[in-house]
């Protein structure tokens, strides 16, 4: 089974500060991980996906991921951040094998402020 | 392109009462997803759907809970009676495929148990 960790349920900055969430998981088998934003009254979006290939992945919108497989970690960064970027965000991982479902960490609430 | 869609948006009912929930994936998405989230936590997997036919309801109550997806498109989801520690928001995902094909997510149905 797997087992997903947001180190922090609430993470406060201001605005153009820089940002870090973090996420750790549990697997005994390797996993594809994500990230999804949930912005206020709507629905979950994928953020970024890591499969395979390059450790660093990016988004569309200046977040950045690494996968870290000796540390288990999928930590969100973005190195300045907009008052648009305030959200809920999760982190999650599918395992490569067995039941292919998405285990979803518990989130974390990031709140801009001016 | 149509996202995935969910009503109702919002249910209040007493407990011990029925109530179901539809949804209306992406179109030439074979596989649907239901998730509860209770508040402070993340989505939790209910049942998926492979077309019309089950691939998981492992964390199903089925005492109470049923789900289905009559001619592999669109999908209901049924509460009977309802408990107090049901209030959360139901989402409904879909993907062309399973596995780690991106999700997309509804914007979910929000319930409250009296």
């Known amino acids: 089974a797997q087992s997903v960790t947001q180190l922090d349920s609430q993470v406060p900055v201001f605005e153009e500060a820089p940002v870090e969430l973090r996420c750790n998981y549990s697997?005994?088998?390797?996993?594809?991980l994500f990230w999804y934003v949930q912005y206020p009254n709507q629905g979950l979006q994928l953020l970024l996906k890591?499969?395979?290939?390059?450790?660093l992945v990016e988004s569309i919108n200046g977040f950045e991921a690494e996968f870290n497989k000796s540390q288990t970690s999928f930590h969100l960064r973005k190195p300045s951040v907009h008052i648009s970027d305030t959200a809920e965000y999760f982190c999650?991982?599918?395992?490569?094998?067995?039941?292919?479902?998405?285990?979803f960490g518990q989130g974390t609430r990031l709140t801009i402020n001016p | 392109e149509a996202g995935v869609a969910q009503s109702p948006r919002y249910k209040i009912i007493e407990k011990r009462q029925s109530v179901a929930f539809w949804c209306n994936p992406i179109s030439g998405h074979a596989t649907l997803y239901w998730y509860q989230q209770i508040l402070g936590q993340g989505p939790k997997l209910l049942i998926q759907?492979?077309?019309?036919?089950?691939?998981?309801d492992s964390q199903l109550p089925k005492d109470r809970f049923s789900a289905e997806r009559l001619k592999g498109v669109d999908s209901t989801l049924k509460i009977q009676p309802a408990k107090l520690e049901d209030s959360a928001v139901y989402l409904c995902?879909?993907?062309?495929?399973?596995?780690?094909?991106?999700?997309?997510f509804g914007p979910g149905t929000r319930l409250t148990v009296l």
């Open positions: 759907f492979q077309n019309n036919g089950v691939v998981d």
């Open positions: 995902a879909s993907s062309r495929l399973a596995g780690n094909n991106e999700q997309f």
């Open positions: 697997s005994s088998v390797s996993v594809y």
């Open positions: 890591y499969l395979s290939g390059s450790t």
């Open positions: 999650a991982v599918i395992p490569f094998q067995g039941a292919q479902k998405l285990v």
